[in-house]
């Protein structure tokens, strides 16, 4: 079993819809989750931050943790062409590993 | 921008070759790390260094090494490479305030034939 589970897609969706993506974990002891973006041909970049359980918002992106059910979210909402991208989740206990999921890729239609 | 250079962009190798990898980290961040992401994967924990030391290892094998150098820059090399080697290798460097926060580069895309 991976440590962290994240289906591939791809998800394909219409501009201004709203995204949820999702992810796993199986170990309790994580306590840092992690969103990243990665564009084509690019390296990935930090895009939410949360630590242990709870919400997050940014702007247009919502992170939630539940640590009960060891499930993490990302939300999009009025989703744009410029958010199609892959995106990872990730965790890590606080030391020097980060475990990402293996990426959702995201299809944004204008 | 994430100030995290990495070269080259792009190689091609022969299985048994030796293959180096070069970064240079974002300014004041004294920790990088190592990470290999194949074709429609996440990326997976190499190795990282602490002012010039090794201080963490993922499940890869010897042939797999790393170096830093003073001023933080890193080289990752690896030996008696295999067709499963290839793969997009990113450098990170890590964040000082506790987050664990990564800073990629764009990554080396290395294939083996």
């Known amino acids: 079993q991976k440590e962290v589970e994240q289906d591939p897609g791809p998800l394909s969706v219409p501009e201004g819809a709203i995204v949820s993506l999702n992810c796993t974990y199986s170990?309790?002891?994580?306590?840092?989750f992690m969103w990243y973006r990665q564009y084509s041909r690019k390296g990935p970049e930090l895009l939410m931050y949360?630590?242990?359980?709870g919400n997050k918002e940014d702007g247009r992106f919502t992170a939630q943790v539940d640590k009960s059910s060891k499930y993490i979210s990302l939300f999009i909402r009025d989703s744009q062409p410029s958010d199609s991208a892959t995106y990872l989740c990730?965790?890590?206990?606080?030391?020097?590993?980060?475990?990402f999921g293996a990426g959702t890729r995201l299809f944004v239609k204008a | 921008e994430t100030g995290v250079t990495q070269s080259p962009t792009h190689l091609i190798k022969t299985r048994g070759q030796q293959v180096t990898l070069r970064c240079s980290s974002q300014?004041?961040?004294?920790?990088v790390s190592w990470y290999q992401q194949a074709l429609g994967q996440g990326p997976q924990f190499i190795f990282q260094?602490?002012?010039?030391?090794?201080?963490g290892r993922g499940n890869f094998p010897p042939r797999f090494s790393g170096l830093q150098f003073p001023n933080y820059s890193s080289e990752l090399n690896v030996n008696a490479l295999e067709l499963d080697d290839s793969a997009l290798y990113l450098c990170?460097?890590?964040?000082?305030?506790?987050?664990?926060?990564?800073?990629f580069g764009e990554g080396s895309r290395l294939t083996v034939l």
């Open positions: 949360t630590y242990s359980s």
């Open positions: 990730a965790t890590h206990t606080g030391g020097f590993k980060t475990i």
């Open positions: 260094y602490y002012r010039e030391e090794e201080n």
């Open positions: 990170a460097s890590v964040s000082g305030s506790g987050t664990g926060e990564l800073f």
């Open positions: 300014s004041g961040h004294n920790t």
């Open positions: 170990n309790s002891a994580f306590q840092y």
